[in-house]
């Protein structure tokens, strides 16, 4: 009898442990976590929230970067992104001249349309196969052939001027 109290007790504790582990599991592998958020305006009368989630309705794009430094140098980086012109596009954007680009700590941009257009523009997440990380602010504009200053950090907010 007591035997059989204490293999119902494990058994117990082992079918918590593993219900627990899968719902870990589960929430981990996640494709709802948002893990960023840009504010959109210009497009409707009130901003919208473009996310994580959302751009993953987009589709990413890989992107061979050649970064040109101040000192004249150049490095290249293969960065993986979603195309500033297809999110625009996803969002339902419409006809637009020029597009800034903003960041958490308020450095912007104003791309021009031909640079937004560009196959060479994308909100990048993803840089030599890592993942930006929480303290390089996830999303990083990245310009194919543009000097560093373009490549705004930590973007936060996307203004579409008509
Ligand atoms: N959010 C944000 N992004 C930014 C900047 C900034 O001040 N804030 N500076 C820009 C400039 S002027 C340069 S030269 C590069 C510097 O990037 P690095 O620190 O990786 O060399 O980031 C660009 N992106
Ligand atoms: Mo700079």
């Known amino acids: 009898m007591k035997i059989k109290g204490i293999m119902g007790f494990i058994l117990i504790l082992a079918l918590t442990l593993i219900s627990l582990s899968a719902c870990s599991t589960d929430q981990g592998a996640s494709v709802e976590e948002t893990l960023w958020t840009i504010s959109v305006e210009g497009v409707k009368e ?22 040109k430094k101040k000192d004249g140098s150049e490095k290249e980086q293969t960065w993986k992104g979603y195309g500033l012109k297809e999110v625009l596009e996803h969002l339902d954007a419409g006809e637009f001249s020029a ?8 450095y912007s941009k104003e791309l021009p349309k031909e640079v937004v257009i560009g196959e060479g523009t994308i909100l990048g997440v ?37």
């Open 46 to 67: 009130e901003a919208i929230n473009f996310t994580s989630s959302d751009a993953e309705k987009v589709g990413s794009r890989e992107v061979k970067a050649r970064l």
């Open 126 to 162: 993803m840089v030599d196969g890592k993942a930006l990380e929480e303290s390089d602010n996830r999303v990083q504009l990245v310009i194919n052939g543009k000097t560093p200053n373009w490549w705004v950090k930590g973007v936060a907010k996307i203004k579409v001027i008509k």
């Open 99 to 106: 597009v800034v680009v903003e960041a958490q700590d308020g």
